[in-house]
């Protein structure tokens, strides 16, 4: 073999060489990418079992309240606690089925005529997403109102889980 095809062959056989070592290293960036995905996937199925469990707990607690509400309709003779019962289970009822609570049209005018974003930056996460409940109840009350049924969230509403 001549000086020159040997400089030719050892020129390619490092071309090979770094074209085999950036194949591996897109091999191991992809399969990175793969195990984010696949931890990203399982933080959502951890979620969604929480929310799920969140779920059966509120459940279960609400039947409790219930009960003890329907308890002190029944047994008691204190007319301030039989009202006090017969409000707390108007209130569950309203939130079970959608219906708007005081307080819900005051938050929904915040959202149309004032600054939500900044005003709710300025809010920790808990009273967000109580605020972002009332405007979306309110907008669907006013929706059923008209109507409409509307089954999608306000644009924007929530913006920090975007």
């Not at 459940?59 to 039989?82: F, N, P």
Request: aromatic content about 4%.
């Amino acid at each position: 073999m001549s000086n020159d095809e040997l400089k030719k062959a050892r020129s390619l056989a490092r071309i090979a060489a770094q074209q085999a070592h950036q194949a591996d290293a897109n091999r191991a960036e992809t399969e990175a990418l793969l195990r984010e995905a696949q931890a990203a996937t399982l933080r959502a199925d951890a979620r969604a079992a929480r929310a799920a469990a969140e779920a059966v707990t509120t459940k279960a607690a609400l039947a409790e309240v219930r009960r003890l509400c329907g308890l002190t309709i029944s047994l008691s003779v204190r007319t301030d606690a039989i009202a006090q019962a017969r409000d707390t289970l108007a209130a569950i009822d309203n939130i079970t089925e959608g219906q708007p609570l005081p307080g819900d049209a005051a938050w929904h005018s915040v959202w149309l005529h004032g600054n939500w974003s900044w005003l709710s930056k300025n809010m920790a996460t808990p009273e967000r997403e109580h605020a972002a409940d009332a405007i979306q109840r309110y907008s669907d009350h006013l929706g059923s109102l008209d109507g409409e049924q509307r089954f999608e969230e306000l644009d924007g509403l929530r913006w920090w889980r975007e």
